[in-house]
């Protein structure tokens, strides 16, 4: 693999995990939990929405968009997620974790100096996966402070920087 690619993916591999470790022991209800319930862009996400939507994206952008991937994506059926417990979500962002290695270690040096197209515009291969990334650490935020509502203010403790860049290594 590239090492280019290596670091998005460890970037990507990061972002996920501290998804999961944000979520992993937390009931259904707390998954399921909108702070502000209401219609399209007046509600707000629950954590378990987010987390899909997480990895939805990212198979979006970098298996479908990148990889050439059959579309699969149900983007309307992410926001409308309800989970009986963690193992949906674990097992959605596993399977992305896979397929998103796979597209990566795949990737040539004259792939990720490439574009593809999306709704007839060119894209390049190095945005994309920026895109995803930025978006995940977006949503990653969210997820944060929706933890923090449902818990009264208290968070949860997440590694520094260079605790996760140690781990990454």
């Known amino acids: 693999m590239l090492v280019e690619s290596r670091n998005y993916l460890q970037r990507l591999d990061d972002l996920r995990r501290q998804v999961l470790a944000l979520v992993q022991d937390l009931p259904a209800e707390a998954l399921n939990w909108r702070p502000v ?3 399209d862009d007046h509600a707000t996400n629950s954590l378990a929405v987010l987390a899909a939507h ?3 994206a ?3 952008w970098i298996a479908e968009v990148i990889g050439g991937f059959p579309p699969t ?3 309307a059926g ?3 997620l309800q989970v009986a417990d963690i193992s949906e ?3 959605r962002l596993e399977k992305t974790s896979a397929e998103t290695q796979a597209v990566l270690e795949a990737l040539t040096e004259a792939d990720l100096s490439s574009t593809r ?3 007839g515009r060119q894209i390049s291969v190095r945005w994309a996966l920026l895109h995803v990334i930025e978006h995940s650490a977006l949503h990653l935020g969210h997820m944060q402070i929706t933890y923090q509502l449902w818990m009264g203010g ?3 403790q997440s590694p520094r920087w260079y605790e996760r860049l140690k781990a990454a290594d």
């Open 54 to 56: 997480v990895a939805g």
């Open 78 to 80: 992410e926001f409308a």
């Open 37 to 39: 319930e209401g219609r």
């Open 73 to 75: 994506r149900d983007r």
């Open 89 to 91: 979500l674990t097992y």
């Open 117 to 119: 197209e999306r709704e």
């Open 58 to 60: 990212e198979h979006f």
């Open 154 to 156: 208290q968070s949860k």
